[in-house]
């Protein structure tokens, strides 16, 4: 049974705070580090013990707090908002997200269970985070998404990596339909694309490294709080045709 191991940051803190949903390793765990550096208070969630994210509580023990979500796990979000009640955060951001093994299968090659896989976790997971979580954000707080650039539905001019740009695409439009009903309510809704970095996700060939992607990934997150409603942003802010 998985015990929250770090205190609770301070409710009364005056810092911003974030709830980081996927923060164990990769974009999520560095997001977290340079919130942290930023002087933001961060809930990260994670899916299990002895993380990176475990390793960096010791020298944030006021700012970081840790909480166990599985984004596919219906029942651990609301034991999560359970344990959140009495919190608001500024901001809440899924990171968490997948991709299958062999990028280039085609449709013909993917097994059934594998395709259920990749969309829950990219797809159903994260919106069900904002769903459940959604009202743990102050009302003119910031709540996002970690989409891809390979969600567009626009850009697709070459195929490849089908299953996952279909999570991301159906994720994309879910976004949609969320901000549709918060329309007028004051909030920031951010999709972002944060581009090919190298991580156990990117691959070794990645384009971009942590450390020259991660200050704009989270810039771009700080900005879109000043701009209520949706947009599909890339890390520099640019907008990404849906
Ligand atoms: N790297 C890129 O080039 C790139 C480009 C575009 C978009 N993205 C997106 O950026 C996000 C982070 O990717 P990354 O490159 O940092 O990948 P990564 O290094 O593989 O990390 C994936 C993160 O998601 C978490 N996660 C996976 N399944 C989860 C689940 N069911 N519930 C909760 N957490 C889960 C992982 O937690 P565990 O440690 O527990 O597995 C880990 O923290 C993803 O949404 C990805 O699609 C990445």
């Known amino acids: 049974m998985f015990r929250p191991e770090t205190t609770m940051n301070d409710f009364r803190s005056p810092r911003p705070s974030m709830l980081l949903v996927g923060a164990s390793r990769g974009i999520g765990l560095a997001m977290a580090e340079e919130l942290l550096e930023r002087g933001w208070d961060v809930v990260g969630t994670v899916r299990g013990d002895g993380t990176r994210l475990h390793e960096l509580a010791g020298s944030y023990p006021e700012q970081l ?78 709540v996002g998404v970690m989409s891809s650039g390979q969600g567009s539905v626009a850009n697709n001019q070459q195929g490849g990596r089908e299953l996952y740009r279909a999570s991301k695409a159906a994720l994309n439009m879910l976004m949609r339909s969320y ?62 045709p849906w």
């Open 65 to 142: 707090a840790i909480e166990l979500a599985d984004v596919t796990r219906a029942e651990q979000l609301a034991a999560l908002r359970e344990r959140l009640a009495r919190r608001r955060f500024d901001a809440l951001f899924v990171n968490a997200g997948t991709a299958n093994p062999r990028p280039d299968d085609t449709m013909a090659d993917i097994d059934t269970e594998e395709f259920v896989r990749v969309m829950v976790t990219n797809a159903l997971g994260p919106m069900r985070c904002l769903e459940i979580l959604g009202d743990l954000v102050r009302p003119a707080g910031l």
């Open 179 to 240: 901000a549709a009903r918060q329309r007028g309510s004051g909030r920031s809704l951010l999709v972002l694309a944060p581009g090919w970095i190298r991580t156990e996700l990117g691959g070794p060939d990645a384009t971009f490294t942590l450390e020259q992607t991660i200050p704009d990934i989270v810039d771009c997150l700080l900005a879109k709080r000043e701009r209520p409603g949706l947009e599909y942003l890339d890390r520099n802010g640019k907008v990404v």
